[in-house]
């Protein structure tokens, strides 16, 4: 089965950029059937989709995040990135990579990783 | 963006009994809408696709419906493990999420 574990930094400082990464086991970031996506959570709050990346090369972002984000794939690894540049306190939250399955115009979240807590602090 | 509207935001309930929270669209989506379970320090589950349809393994007491812009998602009758976040999304546009339903034991 498809799993996926978020790595990178736990503590970003102000105005940095915070960088993820998410390595997949079970399927291959070459796959056509899924887009792979980031989403966060902020503490006791609710989820936020970031952007997601396909096979192809095409991406989407959250028009809120768009002017800093980008979002990558190293098939080499197996593995897709996220960079986020000019972080603020606001950007704290838990960083979840996600498989977004995708059949026919359905799609759906999952699975999903366990999630990475960043921080963004002095 | 599309909003999702939950409510209630927090559900107090008893195991055995029967719970509905509801989604509602700022715009159509059709069937376009999925339901998660989220439990404290994990990742959100999936329960629920397309309004309607069980995810594989999930119990039969779960259920989904409605279209358009108005949806329920249904747990029959209340199991300890169920006390939990519940989030909507819909991805007729970009994904967006609901805020949430905390169900809590009484």
């Known amino acids: 089965q498809v799993q996926l574990q978020e790595s990178g930094p736990r503590l970003v400082k102000p105005s940095q950029t915070l960088s993820l990464t998410c390595t997949v086991s079970g399927a291959s970031v070459r796959s056509g059937s899924y887009y792979w996506s980031w989403l966060r959570q902020p503490a006791g709050k609710g989820l936020e989709w970031i952007g997601r990346?396909?096979?192809?090369?095409?991406?989407n972002y959250n028009p809120s995040l768009m002017s800093r984000l980008v979002l990558s794939v190293d098939a080499s690894k197996n593995q897709f990135s996220l960079n986020l540049t000019s972080v603020t306190a606001a950007d704290t939250a838990v960083y979840f990579c996600?498989?977004?399955?995708?059949?026919?115009?359905?799609?759906?979240?999952?699975?999903w990783g366990q999630g990475t807590l960043v921080t963004v602090s002095s | 963006d599309i909003q999702l509207t939950q409510s209630p935001s927090s559900l107090s309930a008893s195991v055995g009994d029967r719970v509905t929270i509801t989604c509602h669209a700022s715009q159509d989506i059709t069937d376009f809408l999925n339901w998660y379970q989220q439990k404290p320090g994990e990742a959100p589950k999936l329960l629920i696709y397309d309004a309607s349809n069980l995810e594989t393994g999930v119990p039969s007491r779960f259920s989904g419906r409605g279209s358009g812009t108005d949806f329920t998602f249904t747990i029959s009758s209340l199991q300890p493990e169920d006390f939990a976040t519940y989030f909507c999304?819909?991805?007729?546009?970009?994904?967006?999420f609901g805020q949430g339903t905390k169900l809590e034991i009484k």
């Open positions: 996600a498989t977004e399955t995708v059949v026919g115009t359905k799609n759906w979240f999952a699975p």
């Open positions: 990346i396909y096979t192809s090369g095409n991406i």
């Open positions: 999304q819909q991805y007729d546009k970009l994904p967006t």
